[in-house]
């Protein structure tokens, strides 16, 4: 149980052009998803936290007009990255956790986005 | 101070051995304690969690959590090559259920 899945699982576009990614809790309700960015050989950094049905809040430094966050079902987190460049090039991770049950997360296998 | 500090590593064992992890973190007010394990270019995968003091077991993996001196800590036996990732101690971070991501351990079991 307490799997979480992620779409696409990596992808390239051109600087500009903006990428969504996609990440569903397959077996469980999630009401709160997380979303981590982690350069290669650094540790995972919280980008945010989103709860279904409300405005994702987003950690000190993160830019919410950039990185648009939708948690429209208990089961769907949607990522967008806007007028991508290539610093946003990164490996983009999701988490679900089985709230108010446990405060577990289960992590999506993740995105790797590069941006030419 | 960092919140979570790990040794990067890596921490390099033989084959059948113990490998013992630790990790010492700043709030006081983290009440769940987990232990993630990375493999290199992949997504961390859940080993276990614990919220009490004390030793909790599961499998080949044993957590250990001291609240008082705010250190966890995991130590897995008969360590296996396939054990070779990098392991990352994540506290609470108070009521908010985010976890704080120590810069992990790499762990090399050599065969």
């Known amino acids: 149980g307490a799997v979480v899945s992620q779409h696409p699982s990596w992808v390239i576009c051109k600087s500009g052009t903006s990428v969504k990614i996609e990440c569903r809790s397959l077996d469980f309700q999630a009401t709160t998803m997380f979303w981590y960015r982690q350069f290669p050989k650094q540790s995972l950094m919280l980008m945010a936290t989103?709860?279904?049905?409300?405005?994702?809040?987003?950690e000190q430094g993160v830019e919410k007009d950039k990185f648009l966050i939708n948690h429209a079902s208990l089961t769907l987190s949607t990522l967008t990255v806007t007028s991508a460049h290539p610093e946003d090039s990164s490996f983009y991770i999701c988490s679900a956790a089985l709230r108010p049950n446990t405060d577990t997360q289960y992590f999506g296998p993740g995105t790797r986005l590069t941006v030419l | 101070q960092k919140e979570v500090e790990q040794n990067s590593g890596p921490l390099s064992v033989p084959e059948g051995a113990i490998a013992s992890l630790n990790c010492t973190y700043s709030?006081?007010?983290?009440?769940?304690f987990f232990w993630y394990r990375q493999y290199s270019g992949k997504s961390p995968e859940l080993i276990m969690s614990i919220y009490s003091n004390g030793d909790k077991e599961d499998g080949r993996f044993t957590a250990q959590l001291n609240k008082a001196s705010q250190y966890v800590s995991l130590l897995i036996r008969d360590s296996q090559p396939s054990d070779s990732a990098t392991y990352l101690c994540?506290?609470?971070?108070?009521?908010?259920?985010?976890?704080?991501f120590g810069s992990g351990t790499r762990l090399l079991v050599r065969p």
């Open positions: 994540a506290p609470s971070k108070d009521s908010s259920y985010k976890l704080i």
């Open positions: 989103s709860n279904e049905g409300s405005k994702a809040t987003y």
């Open positions: 709030d006081r007010g983290s009440q769940s």
